[in-house]
């Protein structure tokens, strides 16, 4: 039987990037075909289109989550890519705000297995856990392997003994991998670990609608940008980090702040907090005279009107500085929590 692996974990702990990590792998040390149904909370995603100019076999289901609102889009979507792609594996990453109980239901139902990673972020698990415990244990309690990742970031043993003590009472029967999705370190060991015999479904738990619950608010859009002269990747590297960093000084609560600037490839920008620095994953080379710019900002005080409104002043005054023009492609159109 075909096994589906559900990415599950908080926004911005680095599913995406594991992701990203493991389809390579399948693809490139054992020659199997793995395709990605990637969902995204706004309606106008991110992680898709970065996972395709990267050159993955990536589905995206956008508005919405695939635990509740979108379970029959999943269904079908996985459904579709059996039968026309026919994968070893599909893997799937649920938005940072769902639970994977019931998504590893729907992925039975439709005839495949099921293992779920949880991933943790080692940076800002136990911040996280105080202000959306019930989010993060369900993430986590269901999962077969919980990968704390961001390991890089974590330098003192101490801190990290605490961290899994915690995760230990979360979830006492997952195996537990420490990985860098930015360095590779321990990845070799969560791929040991794919192997592990799956868990047979628990209790379902009392439905939850995990967008409403979540209490964020995000804004999306997609934007065409057009130069008045040619410019470098580099340039445009410069230019989404700059345009990420005003944003994020304007924030309140971020909880993944994400903009992709994408041509002939595409560079993702993020941050997961305002002391942060913005992180940049991806490669853009060669010389431009436009690009794309998909954004997808979560914040957990701002309303949606008040973060489209400090991305489209932000988009102009940078407009203006740098020299170039910008029209909407798409336009979120309300996902308001409040
Ligand atoms: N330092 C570090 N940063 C990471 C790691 N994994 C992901 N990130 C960064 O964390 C942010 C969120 O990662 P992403 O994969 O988009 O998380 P997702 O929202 O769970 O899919 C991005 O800015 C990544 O560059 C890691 O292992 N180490
Ligand atoms: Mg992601």
Known sequence: MQRAIIMSGFLGSGKTSLILRLGKYFAENLGKKAVIIVNEIGEIGVDGDFLKKLGMNSYEITEGCICCTLRRDLESTISDVLSSINPDFVLIEPTGIAFPSVIRKTVRKVGMDALVIGVADAKRFVKLYS???????????????????????????????????????????????????????????LVKLLELPLRIEGKIEEFLDSTAESGASWYSAKVLIKFKKPVAGVELKRLGVEMLDKIKVRARKIQHYKMLI????????????????????GELAGWFVQSKLNVLLIDKELSTEQIRRIFEEELMKLAEDLGFNFEFIEHEHGADNE
């Open 131 to 189: 202000e959306s415990r019930e989010f993060l244990e369900r993430q986590l309690r269901e999962a077969e392997i919980i990968a704390v990742n961001k390991i890089d970031t974590v330098s003192s043993k101490a801190e990290l003994n605490l961290l899994v003590e915690l995760i230990k009472q979360i979830s006492p029967n997952s195996e537990i991998v420490f990985t860098s999705a930015k360095t590779g370190e321990g990845f070799d060991s």
């Open 262 to 281: 994408s041509a002939d490839g595409a560079l993702k920008f993020g941050v997961t907090g305002k002391d942060e620095s913005v992180s940049v994953d």
